[in-house]
């Protein structure tokens, strides 16, 4: 087996164990930050007397909730594309 394509072959696991990697800390971080902002939130219910402060609270909360996770997944999907297209260009260029 020539030596280029076996390092290549080599590398491939810990590419896919790194996008793996990368999956899992992004939900770990995502799940962790809706936890933070639902107990910001429910701290808020409790502590705020004024209803309408409360109410718009949430919303605000729920409004940065929603972005983070948008803004989070998009950029993650963006990130996993570049590396799968760099695998596949390096794939490529070694046939």
Known sequence: MDNKKQSTEDHEPKEENLVKDLK???EDTLNETEYILDDLKETVETTIKD???SDET????DSVKSDIKNSVVEKSKETINTIETKKAINNFEEE
């Open 24 to 26: 899992k800390s992004i």
């Open 51 to 53: 209803q309408s402060i």
């Open 58 to 61: 949430k919303k605000i909360v």
